[in-house]
């Protein structure tokens, strides 16, 4: 599971459709409709915020506005939660710059075009987060490190 801190205008035609499945099926588990995934690191923090279903719905919200931008359907019927109101979830500095390396690696292989477009520019979080300074957030999985 990836749902990524990213900005969605930023993320390339896969990672926009991934993060939308992702983020239904975050939905799911926050929901308790699932047993799989409930511990996931990638669901700590709408896990900690005061209304982690809106603040998934926040994030699948603007996740549909982008695709509705570039022409794509995205079913908004699927988001089942008012995200109305909602305060900001902080992600660090440190975690945005990891996905960003993250993303601009997968692009490499899938497609270099759009990497070296997004090179030419500094990441964006995505509107539902406030970047705070910090390294990488406790929960993300680094490969090669021990937490």
């Known amino acids: 599971m990836r749902l990524w801190s990213i900005h969605p205008t930023q993320l390339d035609r896969i990672g926009l459709v991934a993060g939308w499945r992702e983020a239904l099926l975050a939905q ?11 511990h996931h690191p990638q669901l700590a923090r709408f896990n ?9 719905a926040a994030f699948l ?3 549909a506005r982008e695709a509705d931008r570039r ?9 089942r939660y008012d995200a109305a109101g909602l ?13 960003w390396t993250l993303l601009l690696a997968k692009l490499d292989g899938r497609d ?8 030419e520019q500094s990441p964006s979080a995505h509107p539902l987060f406030v970047v705070v300074p910090g390294p990488v957030e406790p929960w993300e999985v680094v490969p090669g490190v021990r937490r």
Not at 28 to 38: A, E, I, K
């Open 28 to 38: 799911q588990v926050l929901s308790g409709n699932t047993r799989g995934y409930r």
């Open 48 to 56: 900690a915020s005061p209304d982690p279903l809106g603040s998934v």
């Open 61 to 63: 919200l603007e996740l």
């Open 71 to 79: 022409g794509y359907r995205f079913d908004r019927t699927r988001i």
């Open 87 to 99: 305060a900001s979830i902080p992600v660090t500095e440190g975690q945005l710059g990891y996905e």
């Open 112 to 119: 270099p075009d759009v990497a070296a477009r997004l090179r």
